[in-house]
């Protein structure tokens, strides 16, 4: 059994910074790929940024140069720095991991004001 869990949303001004966090536990093997997902009020999850086990990072590109995603000193925590945020960023950010079967988080609210 795999779960996540969250922490980190908030209530932020358009153009401020929040850090969202992620641990996961249980059997997660050492091969996987976490990420960041979200999904604002009548739309579709949207994929965010993800990191494989080895690092490799990849963004959406409406996020590109104002998200970071990162990973703790322990590799089942992933981090995502967003800064420059937008009203347009608001949603419910979803923590994922990929280990053979995909895991998804309870979810966190990120709110941007204008």
């Known amino acids: 059994q795999v779960q996540l869990v969250e922490s980190g949303g908030g209530l932020v001004q358009a153009g401020g910074s929040l850090r969202l966090s992620c641990a996961a536990s249980g059997n997660i093997g050492s091969r996987f790929r976490m990420g960041w997902s979200r999904q604002a009020p009548g739309k579709p999850r949207d994929l965010v940024a993800t990191i494989t086990s080895d690092g490799t990072t990849n963004y959406a590109d409406s996020v590109k140069g104002r998200f970071t995603i990162s990973r703790g000193n322990a590799k089942n925590t992933v981090y995502l720095q967003m800064n420059a945020l937008k009203p347009e960023d608001t949603a419910v950010y979803y923590c994922?991991?990929?280990?053979?079967?995909?895991?998804w988080g309870q979810g966190t609210q990120v709110t941007v004001s204008s």
């Open positions: 994922s991991i990929l280990a053979g079967l995909i895991y």
